[in-house]
């Protein structure tokens, strides 16, 4: 027992140094491809979000088979996501440099707050993360809501809430890595955490460029 038990929080090790490595090398895959997209057209960039999209449900069943072939996918992923945002990234670039490192402080901060506390707790985040997964929908519909209706500091209500959701599926995320002894479940764990993280940053653009 005692064996099973090191043999445990060995994999456990290794799981999540793959898994911070592959968060990493999706981040960079990221800068590449908003750098390789920072001159195309929004519609090229939608086009960009859509494909990058089906490679995320394509990981779902890639990971089943072949740890190798979600990996890729993820790469694909990371450069598509990149080109996807690079027109937004560009715009606040040109308006306001500073709010990008802002932002990219703000979220590694976030992210090791949140992603050590759910590492480190006991208690099953199971039901939180339902609880997180139903309040980002019901966060969804009042984004479209905003497009069509003024409510005054809308913009910035729903990035609040938004962190406080996603503060919600960080803490479940690395209590999954924590949890987790499958290293097949790599890729998917970490392109969740990249997307937790990623959101997060986006949430914290608007906030810090809300008076641009």
């Known amino acids: 027992m005692a064996y099973q038990g ?3 929080q060995d994999r456990t090790r ?4 793959q898994v911070m490595l592959l968060v990493a090398m999706t981040a960079g895959f990221f800068a590449l491809g908003a750098y390789l997209g920072r001159n195309l057209s929004h519609t090229a960039a939608f086009v960009a979000y859509i494909v990058a999209f089906v490679c995320l449900l394509f990981m779902n069943v ?3 088979r072949s740890a190798a072939a979600s990996t890729a996918l ?10 996807a945002l690079a027109p937004t990234l560009v715009y606040y670039a040109t308006m306001n440099p500073q709010v990008l490192w802002q932002a990219g402080g703000a979220t590694a901060l976030f992210m090791a707050g949140f992603g050590a506390a759910g590492y480190a707790t006991r208690r099953d985040l199971a039901p939180l993360a339902r609880i997180s997964f139903f309040a980002l929908i019901a966060l969804i519909i009042f984004g479209i809501v ?3 209706v003024h409510i005054p500091h809308g913009e910035l209500i729903y990035s609040i809430l938004g ?3 996603f503060a919600g599926l960080v803490m479940f995320d690395f209590q ?3 949890r987790s002894t499958d290293m097949n479940s790599a890729p998917l764990i970490a392109a969740s955490i990249f997307v937790d993280a990623l959101n997060v940053f986006l949430f914290f653009l608007r906030i810090f460029g809300r008076n641009n």
């Open 6 to 8: 090191y043999a445990t």
């Open 14 to 17: 290794t799981l999540f140094g």
């Open 62 to 64: 890639a990971a089943r």
């Open 74 to 83: 993820l790469i694909v992923f990371g450069v598509l996501i990149g080109v």
């Open 146 to 148: 905003l497009i069509f």
């Open 163 to 165: 962190l406080v959701i």
């Open 176 to 178: 999954r890595l924590r």
